[in-house]
Nanobody
Framework: QVQLVESGGGSVQPGGSLRLSCAAS????????MHWYRQAPGQERELVASIESNGEGANYADSVKGRFTISRDNAKNTLYLQMNSLKPEDTGVYTCKAGRGPGYWGQGTQVTVAS
């Protein structure tokens, strides 16, 4: 079956860094655009970053541009999100998604940025 398993979340101080991973299986990873979303309590889910199937054409929400980098390793069926200069407002559950439209979703990993 299709599986997307996020890892790398945790607690970090403002200004710190985290690297999230999303391990994919059960579909042809290299064919699909991949995305990172996040959601804070009481707020709607927000698209953070996307990357094309070949690794080109990455795009970012304005709130993370210049601080986050999305990447992928198609040989390892893995998606990454490098998060630098983290702010408290980056706190939330980060979830990877495979494909456009409905796509496939992981369960998410918690990121907490606080002093």
């Amino acid at each position: 079956q299709v599986q997307l398993v996020e890892s790398g979340g945790g607690s970090v101080q403002p200004g710190g860094s985290l690297r999230l991973s999303c391990a994919a299986s059960g579909f042809t990873f290299s064919y699909l655009t991949m995305h990172w979303y996040r959601q804070a309590p009481g707020q709607e889910r927000e698209l953070v970053a996307s990357i094309e199937s070949n690794g080109e054409g990455a795009n970012y929400a304005d709130s993370v541009k210049g601080r986050f980098t999305i990447s992928r390793d198609n040989a390892k069926n893995t998606l990454y999100l490098q998060m630098n200069s983290l702010k408290p407002e980056d706190t939330g559950v980060y979830t990877c998604k495979a494909g456009r439209g409905p796509g496939y979703w992981g369960q998410g990993t918690q990121v907490t940025v606080a002093s």
